[in-house]
């Protein structure tokens, strides 16, 4: 819904910001209902800069309940001062993904997450940046664990031994796990490999690792 331009200083809304509620000729949603509308996925849907803009997306959530609406952040801290007034236990239609890159930011941000009221959590372990230790907080709160590398030419290097770990520790409490992209630099069995941007997710998807208890 919005982003961050070419100069990561400024934040503008992008063209699609009011897509959601938008009608064609005949009333009915250009959106239809049933779709998953991934939010901010560029960007961080609780960014400072983006304050004034927030109320009108909280009302499109309100409004197209019909639709389920995923954002992810690393500002999990701001989420209880900006959440709207009628969030209570939170909206139904609305997943909230905690990212976290490293064992510090897990250990600062996951209890934080963990307490909050919301009803669908999940746990964004990217850029992955080293070996990080989920197990304290994976319980039945958590619907899903997603890892990936870091993209870009000064991506730091992603470790597969870190994302089997993560993988193991889901596995043993039964969450749901996705490896969803390598980043550019991935290290496997010693071995660094460049892997361009195109084939990021692909690559990770080969390695057959996702997992869904049944």
């Known amino acids: ?20 509620v938008q009608r064609r000729r005949d009333r009915s949603f250009k ?9 901010c996925f560029t960007s961080d ?14 009302m499109m959530m309100r409004q197209r309940r019909d639709l389920t609406f995923y954002f992810f ?5 701001r989420f209880a001062e900006i959440a709207p007034d009628d969030w209570g236990n939170g909206y139904d239609n609305v997943i909230v993904g905690c990212t976290v890159e490293n064992q510090a930011m897990a250990d600062y941000r996951l209890p934080i997450f963990k307490k909050l009221p919301i009803r669908h ?13 989920l197990s304290t907080y994976l319980d039945k709160t958590i619907n899903y664990v997603s890892v990936g590398g870091e993209s870009g030419t000064d991506a730091r290097v992603c470790d597969f031994d870190w994302v089997i770990d993560i993988r193991r520790q889901c ?14 630099h991935f290290r496997k069995d010693g071995k660094l490999y460049y892997i361009k941007r195109p084939f990021q997710k692909s690559q990770a998807e080969k390695a057959c690792i996702d997992y869904y208890p049944i």
């Open 1 to 20: 819904m919005f982003g961050t331009g070419v100069d990561s200083s400024e934040t503008h809304k992008n063209a699609d910001f009011m897509l959601p």
């Open 31 to 39: 959106v239809p209902s049933g779709s998953i509308v991934y939010t």
């Open 45 to 58: 849907f609780l960014l400072d800069r983006a304050d004034a803009w927030r109320k009108d997306a909280w």
């Open 73 to 77: 952040t690393k500002r999990i801290d």
């Open 121 to 133: 959590k999940t746990i964004i372990a990217a850029p992955l940046l080293e070996a990080i230790n």
């Open 171 to 184: 596995m043993e409490e039964r969450i749901p796990f996705n490896f969803h992209q390598t980043g550019a």
